[in-house]
């Protein structure tokens, strides 16, 4: 059934060698202490759990599903009620999170290497303590001192889980339209009506209460998304004594029946004069739902770096063990009957697109949990201020290009696999299944390159984007006087060069008809993906090559991908450009008829 190793090499490699974390970590205050030693002994401590303890869980899990007993009670597959009580026990809820709450208070980037190693041992299980953590981050922003006090505790340590409810059956990314309800109650809640679909681990027995933040409407709501507001609506009422109390009117109606995911419950929730609790200003939940989606979608990006990590690994193993055919130059192993496929040029492109994708996928993601870090906590006002625009232009690249590049590489697991792959015993057909969900939550991957394109690049007039190209820039003129670093800085200045061209003539052209933006988007989003991973490609060559005379077989590693990153995947940008430049008018001039 496969296995799960831990990538802690290349993880310390990202950590220690690409970011220097804990130079960085020096300018925070409050992780000033922390060092590399710490960090190394939690990553371990997490690799161990998640192959020893969640990746035996996966097939089965999968196989099982959640089950919808009747009257809103759920049931996650065998052994998933046992994993979460060690998870748990160990205080892994609590590794990210304020120390004023309970928490341990170490950086977003050691939470983030945590979630890669969960995602690849088992994505479906993750998701209850991942959305937990995202329900934590919103209050812990948007919270007043009493709901703060009342359920912070109890999400860090992990004894309660989080939700958050945006869609209904009627609307999904346009939550301008959503109908559900909130009514005043004389003791200062609200009683909120309505039903939500979609629900991720909205119902399920592995912690004693649910916390769900459910979007709805006030009576004198304005129309649209300025007139939303949220709430806090528990499973059971908190009593005076802080424990779960009253059963809420808020339940689940039935669980849908997935392509994948199966042991996450996705659920659809009935509300029926449930009580809530306002969180943030009325009318202004979006703005504080938006930490919770923002998390949600950086945790897609994960999502996607574990599957990618654990389709390359498995496929990796039996491409070295499959025997079939002979090498096109000759026999490879003589001594057996056929040669392993791992001899076979196409395997080797899937396998390299899948480690390339995975290596290219860790250094972006973990850069990011960096720069959250850097915004939350850097003691230079400039520099969180610098980062936080870093974070947000990038954070729809990270959920959309990753869940792309997932999809990708668990297909090429699947068919080096052959027949096999597409048998569900061997567990490859499940990646794919499982790396398909990514590509839709959260908002599409569409919705993502309308925002990075329309809100992010063109609505600041490229100010973000410059800031990113900055950086690009700064590397070319540094590195591109280098001999040895020619292979790596041309096509990384190229792809910078036309980056800026593409968006300037799309920049142009939406002035006079803004579909031509809806058009762009999704090649550009592409586009500008390969311009990130060729940044950090190009970093990372360059470390390969300081450390190449060492004789480490991992630094000749990664200068081979690198090289092969180069070679066979930033080339998909002459087409993803002339698709982005081609417009809307092919689009757009056909009549529905003819559809």
Same mark, same amino acid.
């Given at each position: 059934?496969?296995?799960?190793?831990?990538?802690?090499?290349?993880?310390?490699?990202?950590?220690?060698?690409?970011?220097?974390v804990?130079?960085?970590?020096?300018?925070?205050?409050?992780?000033?202490?922390?060092?590399?030693?710490?960090?190394?002994?939690?990553?371990?401590?997490?690799?161990?759990?998640c192959?020893?303890?969640?990746?035996?869980?996966?097939?089965?899990?999968?196989?099982?599903?959640?089950?919808?007993?009747?009257?809103?009670?759920?049931?996650?597959?065998?052994?998933?009620?046992?994993?979460?009580?060690?998870?748990?026990?160990?205080?892994?809820?609590?590794?990210?999170?304020?120390?004023?709450?309970?928490?341990?208070?170490?950086?977003?980037?050691?939470?983030?290497?945590?979630?890669?190693?969960?995602?690849?041992?088992?994505?479906?299980?993750?998701?209850?303590?991942?959305?937990?953590?995202g329900?934590?981050?919103?209050?812990?922003?948007?919270?007043?001192?009493?709901?703060?006090?009342?359920?912070?505790?109890?999400?860090?340590?992990?004894?309660?889980?989080?939700?958050?409810?945006?869609?209904?059956p009627?609307?999904?990314?346009d939550?301008?339209?959503?109908?559900?309800?909130?009514?005043?109650?004389?003791?200062?809640?609200?009683?909120?009506?309505?039903?939500? $679909?979609?629900?991720?681990? %909205?119902? #399920?027995?592995? @912690?004693?209460?649910? *916390?769900? &933040?459910?979007? !709805?409407?006030?009576?004198?709501?304005?129309?649209?998304?300025?007139?939303?507001?949220?709430?806090?609506?528990?499973?059971?009422?908190?009593?005076?004594?802080?424990e779960?109390?009253?059963?809420?009117?808020?339940k689940?109606?039935? $669980?849908e029946?997935?392509? %994948?995911? #199966?042991?996450? @419950?996705t659920?659809? *929730?009935? &509300?029926?004069? !449930?009580?809530?609790?306002?969180?943030?200003?009325?009318?202004?939940?979006?703005?504080?739902?938006?930490?919770?989606?923002?998390?949600?979608r950086?945790?897609?990006?994960?999502?996607?770096?574990?599957?990618?990590?654990?389709?390359?690994q498995?496929?990796?193993?039996?491409?070295?063990?499959?025997?079939?055919?002979?090498?096109?130059?000759?026999?490879k192993?003589?001594?057996?009957?056929?040669?392993?496929?791992?001899?076979?040029?196409d395997?080797?492109?899937?396998?390299?697109?899948?480690?390339?994708?995975?290596?290219?996928?860790?250094a972006?993601?973990?850069?990011?949990?960096?720069?959250?870090?850097?915004?939350?906590?850097?003691?230079?006002?400039?520099?969180?201020?610098?980062?936080?625009?870093l974070?947000?232009?990038?954070?729809?690249?990270?959920?959309?290009?990753?869940?792309?590049n997932?999809?990708?590489?668990?297909?090429?697991?699947?068919?080096?696999?052959?027949?096999h792959?597409?048998?569900?015993?061997?567990?490859?057909?499940?990646?794919?299944?499982?790396?398909?969900?990514?590509?839709?939550?959260?908002?599409?991957?569409?919705?993502?390159?309308?925002?990075?394109?329309?809100?992010?690049?063109?609505?600041?007039?490229?100010?973000?984007?410059?800031?990113?190209?900055?950086?690009?820039?700064?590397?070319?003129?540094?590195?591109?006087?280098?001999?040895?670093?020619?292979?790596f800085?041309?096509?990384?200045?190229?792809?910078?060069?036309?980056?800026?061209?593409?968006?300037?003539?799309?920049?142009?052209?939406?002035?006079?008809?803004?579909?031509?933006?809806?058009?762009?988007?999704?090649?550009?989003?592409?586009?500008?993906?390969?311009?990130?991973?060729?940044?950090?490609?190009?970093?990372?060559?360059?470390?390969?090559?300081?450390?190449?005379?060492?004789?480490?077989?991992?630094?000749?590693?990664?200068?081979?991908?690198?090289?092969?990153?180069?070679?066979?995947?930033?080339?998909?940008?002459?087409?993803?450009?002339?698709?982005?430049?081609?417009?809307?008018?092919?689009?757009?001039?056909?009549?529905?008829?003819?559809?």
């Amino acid at each position: 059934m496969g296995q799960y190793a831990a990538p802690l090499r290349d993880m310390q490699f990202v950590l220690h060698e690409l970011l220097n974390v804990e130079a960085e970590i020096k300018q925070m205050p409050k992780h000033a202490d922390l060092d590399a030693d710490t960090i190394n002994a939690v990553l371990e401590e997490a690799g161990k759990f998640c192959s020893e303890v969640l990746f035996p869980l996966n097939h089965s899990g999968d196989q099982e599903g959640c089950t919808y007993v009747g009257d809103g009670v759920v049931t996650t597959p065998k052994g998933f009620k046992e994993a979460y009580k060690q998870y748990v026990e160990a205080g892994w809820p609590a590794l990210g999170c304020d120390p004023d709450y309970g928490g341990q208070g170490l950086p977003a980037f050691v939470n983030n290497a945590l979630y890669e190693m969960l995602n690849s041992a088992n994505q479906a299980w993750t998701m209850y303590p991942g959305l937990s953590h995202g329900a934590y981050e919103c209050l812990h922003a948007h919270g007043t001192p009493e709901l703060q006090q009342r359920y912070l505790p109890k999400l860090v340590a992990g004894v309660w889980t989080g939700t958050m409810c945006l869609t209904e059956p009627h609307c999904g990314t346009d939550l301008g339209i959503l109908r559900t309800k909130a009514e005043p109650n004389s003791d200062g809640s609200y009683a909120i009506s309505g039903t939500k $679909i979609f629900i991720s681990s %909205g119902e #399920h027995d592995l @912690a004693e209460n649910i *916390i769900h &933040l459910v979007l !709805a409407r006030l009576p004198d709501a304005p129309k649209g998304t300025k007139g939303i507001s949220l709430f806090i609506v528990p499973k059971f009422v908190p009593n005076e004594a802080g424990e779960p109390g009253e059963r809420n009117g808020v339940k689940c109606g039935s $669980i849908e029946h997935k392509m %994948g995911i #199966h042991g996450n @419950a996705t659920a659809v *929730i009935n &509300l029926d004069n !449930a009580k809530g609790w306002l969180v943030g200003e009325p009318n202004k939940g979006l703005n504080a739902m938006f930490v919770m989606m923002n998390a949600a979608r950086l945790g897609v990006g994960m999502q996607s770096l574990g599957l990618t990590e654990i389709g390359y690994q498995n496929s990796l193993t039996y491409a070295k063990e499959r025997l079939q055919m002979r090498s096109l130059t000759g026999p490879k192993a003589p001594e057996k009957a056929a040669d392993p496929i791992i001899v076979h040029p196409d395997v080797r492109r899937m396998l390299l697109t899948q480690k390339a994708y995975a290596e290219g996928a860790r250094a972006f993601s973990y850069w990011s949990a960096l720069h959250i870090d850097k915004e939350l906590s850097h003691a230079d006002e400039s520099v969180r201020k610098e980062a936080a625009d870093l974070v947000a232009l990038l954070t729809p690249i990270l959920k959309a290009f990753l869940s792309d590049n997932a999809f990708e590489s668990t297909n090429h697991a699947m068919q080096i696999y052959g027949g096999h792959g597409f048998i569900a015993e061997w567990g490859m057909e499940q990646y794919v299944r499982d790396a398909r969900i990514n590509m839709i939550y959260e908002g599409t991957n569409a919705i993502q390159a309308l925002d990075l394109l329309g809100r992010k690049i063109l609505g600041d007039m490229g100010a973000k984007m410059k800031k990113f190209g900055k950086l690009v820039s700064d590397f070319v003129e540094a590195e591109g006087v280098k001999p040895e670093m020619q292979e790596f800085i041309n096509p990384l200045a190229d792809i910078g060069d036309k980056v800026q061209k593409l968006t300037m003539e799309i920049g142009m052209k939406a002035m006079q008809n803004p579909d031509e933006v809806g058009a762009a988007a999704v090649p550009y989003l592409r586009t500008v993906g390969h311009l990130v991973f060729s940044y950090f490609w190009a970093r990372m060559a360059r470390i390969a090559l300081d450390n190449e005379a060492s004789g480490d077989p991992f630094y000749k590693a990664k200068l081979a991908t690198a090289r092969f990153y180069f070679a066979k995947l930033l080339p998909e940008t002459a087409m993803t450009i002339r698709q982005a430049r081609a417009g809307s008018k092919s689009l757009m001039d056909v009549e529905e008829s003819l559809f």
